[in-house]
């Protein structure tokens, strides 16, 4: 399993990015996907997930201005992000693991594939 990101950068506050996610290796469609991100001094958090019944979950602080989807045709998993805060600097990490049909990424306690991350900062 290999999964690289892409999009990372700086912005200001208010600015915009969208992260990619490229994977390979395995049967993308029989993962569930998600996005983490780890500010420094602290532990990395889970940002939103997506399942295989396509249903999509956010952390509090990311709802109503990410976006998690993916393109299954392309292996792709993608994270838009509007009105960007400067809380939300960290390096950001795609996760995958198998899941069972139907099911989201709660419901696998396999093992976690992860990324090497990418870099988003956003100044005030």
């Known amino acids: 399993v290999q999964l690289v990101e892409s999009g990372g950068g700086s912005v200001q506050a208010g600015g915009a990015l969208r992260l990619s996610c490229a994977a390979s290796g395995y049967t993308y469609s029989v993962y569930c996907m998600a996005w983490f991100r780890q500010a420094p001094g602290k532990e990395r958090e889970e940002v939103a997930t997506i399942g295989r019944d396509g249903r999509t979950r956010y952390t509090d602080s990311v709802k109503g201005r990410f976006t998690i989807s993916q393109d299954n045709a392309k292996n792709t998993l993608y994270l838009q992000m509007n009105s960007l805060k400067p809380e939300d600097t960290a390096m950001y990490y795609c996760?995958?693991?198998?899941?069972?049909?139907?099911?989201?990424?709660?419901?696998?306690?396999?093992?976690?594939?992860w990324g090497q991350g990418t870099q988003v900062t956003v100044s005030s």
């Open positions: 996760a995958a693991k198998f899941c069972p049909y139907g099911g989201s990424w709660y419901d696998s306690s396999l093992k976690t594939y």
